[in-house]
């Protein structure tokens, strides 16, 4: 009698033991899937929204023509950062270009760096080191927010049509 009572709660011991074993995993499974949830709701509002590039307004007309300008957006809570600012002409050559959060009257870049922060908002200007003018430049901004670089273009011609 011993033997079989034993025997029955050994046996029910373990199909407990069972039935803990798979709730537990399926509990394991649904937090991770909550957790994923949560991280992709609090990554959605990780963007940064780029103003149109133009030549800035700078004390020479001709030092302006080797200058592009833009407003970077942070529409995040937490702060971006940007590591890298890459130029390319029409036919996809690669741009010799200093960028910077700041620029001096004349255009030069001030305290060049490699990496610039973005809180709110701020500006971007991307100077050509060869002090040729930009008639187009595909850029490549890379930020901390995305492995894949954000493209902006600038053409100041686009909107002009010939005849």
């Known amino acids: 009698m011993a033997y079989d009572f034993l025997q029955t709660t050994s046996a029910l011991t373990a199909s407990l033991s069972s039935l803990a074993a798979i709730f537990s995993g399926a509990c394991a499974f649904l937090s991770y899937m909550l957790a994923t949830k949560i991280r992709d709701e609090l990554k959605s ?12 307004d700078l004390c020479e007309r001709a030092h302006s023509e080797s200058v592009i300008q ?26 010799d270009v200093t960028w910077t959060d700041k620029v001096d009257p ?5 305290d060049p760096c490699q990496l610039v922060g973005i809180v709110d908002s701020c500006p971007l200007f991307v100077r050509r080191n060869d002090g040729k003018a930009f008639d187009y430049a595909r850029l490549a901004i890379l930020h901390s927010f995305s492995s894949s670089p954000m493209t902006l273009i600038f ?8 005849d």
Do not use: M, Y
């Open 45 to 56: 509002d990780e963007r940064i929204i780029a103003g149109v590039p133009i030549h800035p």
């Open 70 to 95: 833009c407003t970077l957006f942070n529409k995040s809570k937490r702060k971006a950062f940007l590591s890298s600012v890459l130029a390319f002409d029409r036919k996809g050559g690669k741009i």
């Open 106 to 110: 004349c255009g030069n870049p001030q």
């Open 155 to 162: 053409d100041p011609l686009s909107g002009w049509e010939a």
